[in-house]
Structures are given as C-alpha cells and as structure tokens.
C-alpha cells in the first residue's frame, strides 16, 4: 500500500480536507474555521448582552458578584439625620408635656 498515491483525507469540524494542495489548503482550512467560530462567538456575546440589558433594566435582579443592579441605596447626610433626630424629639417632648398637662 503506497500511502503517497492514495488521496488522503483529514477531518477538521464538519470540513474534509483533502491533503492534495498540502499545507496552504490546511491553512485555510483553518482561517475558515476560525472564522466560523468567531461568528459564533459574536452570536453569543449579542445574547449576553441581551440578557444583562433585560436584567438591568429590570433592576431588582441582583448579579452574580451580590451587589444589587439598578436603584442605588440612598444615603443621607449626617446633617439631615440630625435635623430629624432634633424634630422627632421636640415633638415626643410636646407629646409628653400634653400629657402631663391633662394628667396634672
């Protein structure tokens, strides 16, 4: 069996190679996979871009990291909490200076 005489073939993906133009067909064989695989990872990644847009816009998700997605926490300042505090109790100190008044 002369191996040089038959035609040989090579299984690359779904392509069959025939090796009679030698390393240039394989080659291009190869840019044509990588190309096809490219355009399938451009597929993919549109999806997931998809999805996280769908995600974000949703916003009560939260990611895989833990942290939430959309409505940041509000936070307030160490000026208003103060003014809040003060308020909350002159009004508990009228609250309890009615009572007295209706007690007494």
Do not use: C
């Not at 990872?41 to 997931?48: H, S, T």
């Not at 936070?75 to 109790?89: C, E, H, P, Q, V």
């Amino acid at each position: 069996m002369d191996l040089l005489g038959k035609t040989l073939t090579r299984r690359l993906g779904r392509e069959t190679i025939p090796d009679t133009g030698g390393f240039m067909n394989i080659l291009a064989a190869l840019r044509q996979e990588e190309a096809k695989l490219q355009k399938q990872a451009d597929k993919v990644r549109q999806q997931l871009d998809a999805v996280r847009a769908a995600t974000k816009i949703l916003g009560r998700e939260v990611a895989s990291s833990g942290k939430r997605i959309g409505k940041k926490k509000r936070k307030m300042s160490a000026a208003a909490r103060a003014r809040i505090g003060k308020a909350t109790k002159e009004r508990w100190a009228k609250f309890r200076a009615a009572k007295a008044k209706g007690k007494g």
